[in-house]
C-alpha cells in the first residue's frame, strides 16, 4: 500500500491506442491517484477496454502507461500483468471455484505485495462483512456476498491501486444496494486510490471524487464529480437523467415533520428523513426534471424547497420541446429541464434571476 | 475359479499396461493440452487434427504402420537401436508405446475441453493477484480441469485396456509380457472355446466396472458431483 | 426382379431398385473363404464365373470368425476354411449338406527371413539359433502354426527355440511380423512367398514328412443345399482346371481324387 502522504502525489499517466474488432481506444490523459476515479460512459465507449490495458490483461494494446515514476507499458516494453501493483475487481465476481472463500483470500494474503497483518486481515474481512462466509465455496454464496469477497481478496493483494470493473453491474438493484455501502466504507476508509468504471449514474454520484467520461473510446470530459455533472454538456450514457450533485452536511432535524434540513454552499434544503442517515458530509442528488422555475415566489406551493438563483445558460435537447437550463444558486450549479414552451414564456435569458423549486431530492449518501 | 493361470497373468499384465500407460499419457499430454487450449497459433489446427488421427485409422493399421515404424528399418527402429534399447515389437515397452499412440486423443481432447472451458478470466484474476505464469498453471489451471483429468484418466484407461488391434500387430502374444486380455480372449474365441471366454470376458468386465465405479465414487466424494463433468 | 418392366416409374426409382436387385437370371452364391486362399480363390472364380455364368460373392476372413457367425446364421453357402476341424465341428452341428466335404488344398510351409544378411538353406539356422526371434503362426488357432510346432517338435527344437517365439493370429499376421524384419526367422505358407515373388533362396520349403499336412477342407453349408451356383463351385474346384491353379499358388493336393475325409 501506498503512504498517504505519497499517494497524494501520485498520477497515472495514461497515453494509449487500441483498436480491435471496429472498436478504438485512444487517450493520452493523467489521472489523479486519490479518492475515487470513475470511468464514466455507455457501454461500447471504451471503460472496460481501458481497465484492462491498465490491467497489462489487453496484449493488443499500444502506448504507454506509467505510476508515478513506474513504467507498466511503453513501446516495446510490457510489465506483466503479475508485476504491477494493482488490484482488480472484475465485473462478475471471478472466485475460484476450486478454492472456499478462505482459499480465495489466502491465494491474495499469500502473495500480496507486503505482509498483511492479522489487524489488517480482519479489518478488510470487517469492512466488507465476509467473516462468517469463511468456510463457504463460491457456489454457495449469493451475487454480493462473492463481489464482496472478490473485492476484500483484491484488497488483501496490498495493491497501489484498485481497478473495478462494473463490480455491480452484474447484480440486481437490491444486491447493488447490499454492497454500495461496502464500497463507500472503503472509500470513506481511505485505503487506496480507486478507479471504478460505470455506466450507472447512481454509482458515480455515490462514489466519484472525479469523474472521467469516456464516448466511442474517446475521452469526453474529465473533471472534479460535482462540477463536470452539473455541466450542460456533460454526455450521459442512455437512460441517464441529467442532474447535479450537491455536497452539504446535516444542520436540523425537525422529529415532529420527520424531516431534516442539509446545508450547502448557497442554501439549505429540506429532505424527508430517513434511517440510514448519518451525521457529516453528505451527498444529495437533484434531477434536472426535478427542477421547475418561476418568476415569483409562490408561497402556495406545496413544493417544500424554493431557493433564489440566477439563469447561467440554456440548451436545447435534440427533440426541440425541452431545455436545459443552467442555474446558479449561490456557490452551486444546478441543471433544470424544462418545456422551450415556458422558456419563452417566462423570458429566461443568460442573467435572469428566477425562484428555483426543487420537486424532490435524493440523498445519495 | 474357471480361469487359468494364463488367463490371471493376461489379467494381470492388462491392468499393469493400462495403468503405465494412463500415467504416462496424463503427464505428456497436459503441456500439450495446455498449449492446444492456449494458443493462437496457426499450428494449433494441424496439430488437432494430428491428435485426432488415431481415432480416423483403424487399429490394425495403425498396429502396422507401428510394427514398420519399430521394425529394423524403421525411423522408431533406428532410434531405439541407436539408443541400445533393441528393438519394441514383442516387448511390454513395445506396447507401452503403441498404446500411447492410440489412446492419444482420448487423454488429449478431455483435458484440452476442461483447459478451454475453464475461459481465460482465473487466469486473467489470478494474474492480478500477482500469480505469474507457472504459480498460474498449478494453483489455478490444474484443479480447475480436475474433472477434464478424471475423465481423461478414465477414458485412456478403459480404452487402453479395450485395445487389441494394435496389440495383435506388434505383440507377438508372448505370455506375460505382450498377452493382454483382449488377445487372449480372442484366442479363446478363435479357438472355439467359448465357455473361456465367456469367464474371461466376464471377470473382465465384473473387475473394469468395479474399478470406474470406484472411481466414480471418490470423485464424487471429493465434492465434485453437482458440477457438470468435464467442465 | 424385373427391372425391364419398370416403365412409368421414375428414373430414381428404378436406380434404387437396380440397387438392391440380384439378377435371377444366373445363380448367386455366397462363400466364406480362409484368408491365406485368398488370392487363389480368386483366380478361381473368375474362371468359373466365365465358364458357369453364375455370381460368386466372396468374404475373406479368419476360418474361427466364419465358423462364429455360421453357427448364428451368417447367410454363407460354402465355407472353404484353412483347416478340418472346423468344417468337421459344423457337420456334427447339422449345419452342412452331407457328403459335400473334401480337402480342396494342403498348405506347405516355408522357413524364411525377410534378411539379406540371414541365408535360410535349412534346419541348421534353428539349431543355430543365431537370430532374434522366431515368428510362427498361434498353434491354437492356425493350422500353419500347429505345423510349424510339429516341426520344431520333430526336429526336437521346441525348447531350444521357445523363448523366441512369436506368435501372430494368423499365417498373414505371421508373414507381417517376418516381411518388417522385426522377427528374422519365421514359419510362412509357402503360397504367400509365391505369390509375391521372393526367390526360393530365400527361404526352406519344409518337407511335408516333418508335419502333419495341413488340410484345408471346403464344405456346402445347409443354406446351399438348392442352390446350383453353390453346387456347381464345388465341383469346379475339384475340377482340373482348379486344382491347376491351386498347386500353380504354393498348395499341393491329396494324393487321390479328393475323398471325402471319414
Known amino acids: ?365 | 475359479m474357471l480361469l487359468t493361470d494364463q488367463d490371471w497373468q493376461a489379467i494381470r499384465l492388462t491392468l499393469h499396461l493400462a495403468s503405465v500407460v494412463t500415467l504416462l499419457l496424463l503427464l505428456m499430454v497436459t503441456p500439450l493440452a495446455w498449449w492446444l487450449a492456449q494458443t493462437q497459433s496457426r499450428l494449433k489446427a494441424p496439430v488437432s487434427a494430428l491428435v485426432a488421427m488415431p481415432l480416423v485409422l483403424p487399429p490394425t493399421v495403425i498396429g502396422f504402420y507401428l510394427l514398420i515404424a519399430m521394425g529394423p528399418d524403421g525411423w522408431l527402429g533406428q532410434v531405439t537401436q541407436a539408443l541400445g534399447l533393441g528393438l519394441l515389437p514383442f516387448t511390454f515397452e513395445g506396447l507401452v508405446v503403441a498404446s500411447l499412440v492410440y489412446s492419444l486423443p482420448f487423454v488429449v481432447q478431455p483435458i484440452q475441453n476442461a483447459f478451454e472451458s475453464m475461459g481465460q478470466r482465473p487466469l486473467e484474476v489470478a494474474a492480478t493477484l500477482r500469480a505469474g505464469p507457472w504459480d498460474r498453471f498449478f494453483t489455478i489451471a490444474l484443479p480447475q480441469a480436475r474433472r477434464g483429468f478424471f475423465s481423461a484418466a478414465v477414458l485412456g484407461f478403459a480404452h487402453t485396456i479395450g485395445e487389441f488391434g494394435v496389440v495383435l500387430m506388434i505383440g507377438g502374444n508372448i505370455a506375460g509380457e505382450t498377452r493382454v486380455v483382449s488377445v487372449q480372449l480372442y484366442d479363446h474365441v478363435e479357438a472355439l472355446q467359448y465357455e473361456q471366454a465367456h469367464w474371461l470376458a466376464g471377470v473382465m468386465l465384473v473387475l473394469c466396472f468395479t474399478l470406474l465405479l470406484g472411481l466414480s465414487l471418490v470423485q464424487k466424494r471429493a465434492g465434485w458431483s453437482g458440477m457438470k463433468y468435464g467442465a | 426382379m424385373p427391372v425391364t418392366n419398370l416403365l412409368p416409374l421414375p428414373r430414381l426409382a428404378a436406380l434404387i431398385l437396380l440397387l438392391f436387385a440380384r439378377p435371377l437370371l444366373a445363380g448367386q452364391t455366397q462363400v466364406a473363404v480362409a484368408a491365406n486362399f485368398s488370392q487363389t480363390m480368386q483366380r478361381i472364380v473368375e474362371d468359373f464365373q466365365q465358364q458357369s455364368g453364375h455370381r460368386v460373392g466372396l468374404s475373406f476372413g479368419s476360418s474361427g470368425k466364419f465358423y462364429a457367425q455360421i453357427r448364428q446364421g451368417a447367410p454363407f453357402e460354402v465355407l472353404l476354411s484353412a483347416d478340418s476341424e472346423k468344417p468337421a465341428a459344423l457337420e456334427k452341428a447339422g449345419l452342412t449338406v452331407n457328403g459335400q466335404r473334401f480337402t480342396y488344398a494342403m498348405g506347405t510351409l516355408a522357413l524364411w527371413s525377410a534378411l539379406d544378411n540371414i541365408s535360410v538353406q535349412g534346419a541348421d539356422i534353428l539349431s543355430g539359433g543365431d537370430f532374434n526371434r522366431l515368428a510362427l503362426a498361434n498353434p491354437r488357432l492356425a493350422p500353419y502354426g500347429l505345423a510349424a510346432m510339429q516341426v520344431l517338435d520333430t526336429l526336437k527344437l521346441t525348447q531350444l527355440t521357445r523363448h523366441k517365439w512369436v506368435l501372430g493370429e494368423n499365417i498373414g499376421q505371421t508373414y507381417q511380423f517376418v516381411a518388417t524384419g522385426n522377427a528374422e526367422l519365421g514359419f510362412v505358407a509357402l503360397s504367400q512367398l509365391l505369390a509375391r515373388n521372393i526367390p526360393s533362396d530365400q527361404y526352406w520349403q519344409i518337407p511335408a514328412t516333418l508335419h502333419q499336412p495341413i488340410r484345408q477342407d471346403a464344405v456346402l453349408l445347409s443354406t446351399g443345399r438348392n442352390n446350383p451356383a453353390a453346387i456347381q463351385l464345388l465341383a469346379f474346384l475339384q475340377g482340373e482346371k482348379a486344382r491347376r491353379t491351386i498347386r500353380e499358388h504354393g498348395y499341393t493336393l491329396p494324393p487321390e481324387k479328393p475323398a471325402v475325409q471319414p
Open chain 1, 1 to 365: 500500500m501506498v503512504p498517504e502522504s505519497n499517494a497524494d502525489q501520485m498520477r497515472i499517466h495514461i497515453r494509449l491506442d487500441f483498436a480491435e474488432d471496429g472498436f478504438s481506444l485512444c487517450l493520452d490523459t493523467r489521472l489523479p491517484l486519490k479518492g475515487v476515479t470513475a470511468i464514466f460512459g455507455r457501454s461500447g465507449s471504451g471503460k472496460t477496454s481501458l481497465l484492462r490495458c491498465l490491467a497489462g490483461l489487453e496484449t493488443r494494446c499500444q502506448g504507454s502507461i506509467y505510476l508515478g515514476d513506474q513504467c507498466w507499458q511503453a513501446k516495446g516494453y510490457r510489465l506483466p500483468t503479475h508485476k504491477r501493483p494493482l488490484g482488480y475487481v472484475f465485473q462478475e465476481a471471478s472466485l475460484f471455484e476450486h478454492l472456499s472463500v478462505r482459499g480465495n483470500l489466502d491465494y491474495a494474503r499469500k502473495r500480496a505485495w507486503q505482509q498483511v497483518t492479522d489487524e489488517e486481515y480482519h479489518h478488510i474481512l470487517d469492512l466488507m462483512g465476509i467473516e462468517p462466509l469463511l468456510q463457504r465455496r463460491s457456489y454457495q454464496l449469493s451475487g454480493g456476498e462473492r463481489q464482496r469477497v472478490a473485492i476484500a481478496r483484491a484488497l488483501l493483494i496490498k495493491p497501489s491501486l484498485l481497478l473495478m470493473d462494473e463490480p455491480l453491474a452484474a447484480l440486481d438493484q437490491a444486491r447493488k444496494q447490499e454492497i454500495l455501502p461496502y464500497l463507500e466504507q472503503l472509500k470513506a476508509n481511505a485505503l487506496l486510490p480507486i478507479l471504478y468504471v460505470s455506466h450507472a449514474l447512481e454509482e458515480v454520484s455515490r462514489l466519484a471524487d472525479t469523474l472521467l467520461v469516456l464516448e466511442s473510446g474517446q475521452l469526453k470530459a474529465q473533471g472534479a464529480a460535482g462540477a463536470l455533472l452539473a455541466s450542460l454538456d456533460c454526455p450521459l450514457p442512455t437512460g441517464e437523467e441529467p442532474g447535479v450533485l450537491l455536497e452539504g452536511s446535516i444542520v436540523e432535524r425537525d422529529q415532529q415533520w420527520n424531516l431534516v434540513k442539509i446545508a450547502f454552499d448557497g442554501g439549505e434544503l429540506w429532505l424527508s428523513q430517513s434511517e440510514s442517515w448519518h451525521s457529516g458530509p453528505m451527498r444529495v442528488r437533484i434531477l434536472a426534471r426535478d427542477v421547475s422555475l418561476t418568476l415569483a415566489e409562490h408561497q402556495d406551493s406545496s413544493i417544500l424547497n424554493r431557493l433564489p438563483g440566477v439563469v447561467r445558460a440554456l440548451q436545447k435537447e435534440s427533440d426541440g420541446a425541452m431545455i436545459l437550463v443552467r442555474l446558479s444558486v449561490g456557490n452551486t450549479a444546478l441543471l433544470a429541464r424544462i418545456s422551450r414552451r415556458s422558456a419563452v414564456h417566462l423570458g429566461l435569458c443568460e442573467g435572469k434571476s428566477v425562484w428555483v423549486q426543487i420537486k424532490s431530492a435524493a440523498l445519495v449518501r
